[in-house]
């Protein structure tokens, strides 16, 4: 039976859309010319500063594009990395919050936050603290885990502590189609994880290794960083499972529950000082005006509707299969 016309167009969507995911995007002049980090007060007074880091959706170490890649963003690592260098430069600075909202993302990103805080916290003493906002998951928690003091919203979701690699085989849907995979490869396992065609038993365990391998690195993080954590329940904890704050928290995976301002008031308690500005660090000519502001600086988004940002979604997460610390319930926030 021949396929019939809209099982065709579909599939001629597919193989465009993974065409597309291999190409080069060039950053045209819409994004921001103006790249310099400046301060800007939100709350408070006096000489002493704390500094609000927010760190939010989709953990990467590659740059986020927008209006089909015409405008790119620097990512989640640049971000945090450019914050901190500028920070440990500071000496006002008494504390630092990361405010957390995010289900995760790469493994190699989320690792490289988490080292880079800890470096700035051990060249400076200063106390990072880390606030969690509606999601704070996987790769979420584990930056989280850099901080001293984890403060979770009474309404967060956290958890998902594991690794996941994501695959597929289409090889019974092309053999439908009468298509024929034709890869070349120097090594019976150079193509491992292709979509073109089974994994084979051999693959799937050299595959799960480097799966458990990434899930133990977690593991260690996270018992060294929190010494009070329940370790008899250590294997309900990291079977993958998201918990409310409540859980989290009599599980010994958060300190604390509170809002914002039980945020600034730990924040300024571990700094030791009565008055603080929280400031934040931004880009361009526009300021946040509050904590909750999303990305100062960023070039503003084009009015794509729910099937182009459905469509820049796929393409940030199309290039092939990687391992990811990321709560996949909620890769489509």
């Given amino acids: 039976m021949r396929p019939g016309p809209r099982l065709l167009r579909l599939v001629g969507l597919a193989s ?29 007074e006096g000489s002493a500063k704390i500094l609000w880091l927010p760190i939010s959706g989709f953990i990467s170490d590659t740059p986020s594009r927008q209006a089909f890649g015409l405008i790119e963003q620097p990512s989640t690592l640049a971000q945090v990395s450019r914050a901190l260098d500028r920070a440990e430069t500071d000496d006002a600075i008494r504390a630092v919050v990361l405010r957390i909202d995010s289900p995760g993302g790469t493994v190699a990103a989320a690792d490289e936050i988490y080292t880079r805080i800890r470096r700035y916290h051990e060249a400076t003493g200063v106390p990072v603290i880390a606030s969690f906002g509606g999601v704070a998951a996987s790769g979420g928690y584990y930056v989280g885990l850099a901080a ?39 090594g019976p396992h150079k193509d491992i994880l292709s979509p073109l065609r089974p994994a084979t038993a051999e693959e799937r365990a050299i595959v799960q290794r480097v799966v458990d391998s990434l899930f133990a690195r977690f593991v260690d993080v996270l018992e060294r960083r929190r010494p009070d954590l329940d370790r008899a329940h250590l294997d309900t904890i990291t079977d993958g ?56 600086g960023a070039a503003p988004q084009a009015e794509l509707g729910p099937a182009g940002s459905a469509f820049e979604r796929w393409l940030a997460h199309s290039t092939g299969p990687q391992p990811l610390y990321l709560w996949r319930g909620a890769e489509l926030r």
């Fill in 16 to 44: 465009a859309l993974l065409a597309l995911s291999g190409c080069v995007f060039v950053t045209a002049p819409f994004g921001n010319a103006d790249d310099a980090l400046r301060e800007t007060t939100i709350r408070g």
């Fill in 241 to 296: 499972r998201i918990l409310a704050a409540p859980d989290a928290r009599e599980l010994g995976l958060v300190d604390t529950i509170g809002h914002i301002d039980d945020v600034i008031d730990i924040a300024r308690d571990r700094a030791g000082v009565d008055n603080a500005r929280v400031i934040r660090y931004y880009r361009g000519g526009h300021a946040p005006a509050t904590l909750s502001a999303g990305l100062a």
């Fill in 148 to 186: 001293d003091t984890l403060i979770a919203q009474p309404t967060t979701i956290t958890g998902s502590i594991g690794v996941i690699l994501v695959g597929v085989n289409t090889a019974g849907l092309l053999d439908k189609l009468g298509i024929e995979n034709q890869s070349y490869t120097s």
